[in-house]
């Protein structure tokens, strides 16, 4: 098996990444669920209150895989600011979870007033983006299986308008103890063994929960946001269920 890797070159990683993406696309948005018993939900709830977007602001989703931080964005934007005029740009590396976003919007009146669309692209090198271009760009759960992620950021700051706002939802690092080995537990066997009965298929959960791990800490993170050169506010993220996942935000000046 490939999983479980820690020192692969970055090109089989690309790879490696696409195949779990592609074998996974279906039981996608079933496993999530499963996995974090609806838990994701309110942390995508959560990071788009924390957006707080103005009326008429262009988001470029990257990794938006099946489009559940464009959905969100795209209501808040109707029901809370009675906006009719933003708009998102969804982009994932992979065609398959491309296609079940696609599939998700398809008919709806945001298709039809071209407020949304999908391109396959790698969020390291987002090229037929202009510089300057977008109001806000966010990541959820997809920088962690980008092959340096340094590249995002920087991707992310120049894609922005000065003014813009960088946003990512990622697992992060639960530094309490006690909830730390509890949480251990839950991603060591019992997610390898939800993946292995619901989707069957136990390497590819074991490779989220390794890619998890691996992933830097809070404070490395905001640091590596900083060096792409955006301004964060005090720390420059908030935790979310102590710290199993946290939102990460910075402001291009
Ligand atoms: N943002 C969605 C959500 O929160 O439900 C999807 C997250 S899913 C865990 C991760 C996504 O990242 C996958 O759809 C995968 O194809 C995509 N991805 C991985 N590497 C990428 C890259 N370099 N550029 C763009 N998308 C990438």
């Known amino acids: 098996t490939h999983f479980g890797f820690k020192n692969v070159p970055t090109d089989l990683k690309e790879s490696l990444v696409a195949d779990v993406f592609s074998s996974v696309a279906s039981k996608y948005d079933l496993m999530n669920d499963a996995m974090s018993a609806g838990i994701h939900r309110l942390w995508k709830d959560t990071f788009i209150r924390r957006m707080s977007p103005m009326p008429g602001a262009k988001l470029l989703d990257v990794a938006g895989g099946t489009g559940d931080i464009a959905l969100r964005y795209l209501n808040y934007q109707d029901k809370i600011n009675y906006d009719s005029t933003s708009s998102v740009h969804l982009v994932d590396i992979n065609p398959q979870m491309l296609a079940a976003g696609e599939k998700r919007f398809a008919g709806s009146r945001w298709v039809q007033d071209e407020r949304i669309k999908f391109s396959v692209g790698n969020g390291e090198n987002l090229v037929g983006i202009e510089s300057n271009s977008v109001d806000i760009f966010t990541i959820a759960f997809g920088i962690r299986n980008c092959t340096t992620p340094q590249n995002v950021l920087n991707e992310a700051y120049r894609v922005l308008k000065p003014g813009g706002r960088f946003m990512c939802l990622e697992f992060s690092k639960v530094e309490q103890p006690v909830i730390s080995a ?68 910075g402001f291009k000046v």
């Open 182 to 249: 509890l949480y251990d537990v839950f991603s060591f066997k019992v997610i390898p063994e939800i993946g292995q009965v619901i989707a069957n298929d136990r390497e590819s959960y074991q490779y989220l929960v390794e890619s998890i791990r691996q992933f830097p800490d809070q404070r490395t993170f905001a640091e590596m946001i900083r060096k792409a050169g955006f301004t964060t506010v005090r720390e420059g993220y908030e935790n979310l269920t102590f710290g199993v996942a946290a939102i990460h935000t």
